[in-house]
């Protein structure tokens, strides 16, 4: 009986040891998702910003011509 109940108990504990190191592995994961998303929001900014200047000088080179 108390062979079992000590089995148990290492069951448990190696269960939560686990648990712990996937909940950690989680979290710098989602750190490095948020980190990616804002990287891909701030290229995003540029290249409209840079398509406004391309559609800028296009209209100013009409307009000169």
């Known amino acids: 009986m108390r062979i079992i109940a000590i089995l ?3 069951t448990l504990s190696s269960c939560m040891v ?3 190191t996937f909940d950690e592995k989680c ?11 804002s990287k891909a929001n701030g290229m995003e900014m540029k290249e409209q910003l840079l398509r406004q200047a391309i ?5 100013k080179s009409d307009t000169i011509k």
């Open 8 to 10: 148990m108990i290492l």
């Open 27 to 37: 979290c710098k994961m989602e750190a490095q998702i948020q980190k990616l998303e």
């Open 18 to 20: 686990s648990q712990k």
């Open 55 to 59: 559609y800028d000088l296009e209209t």
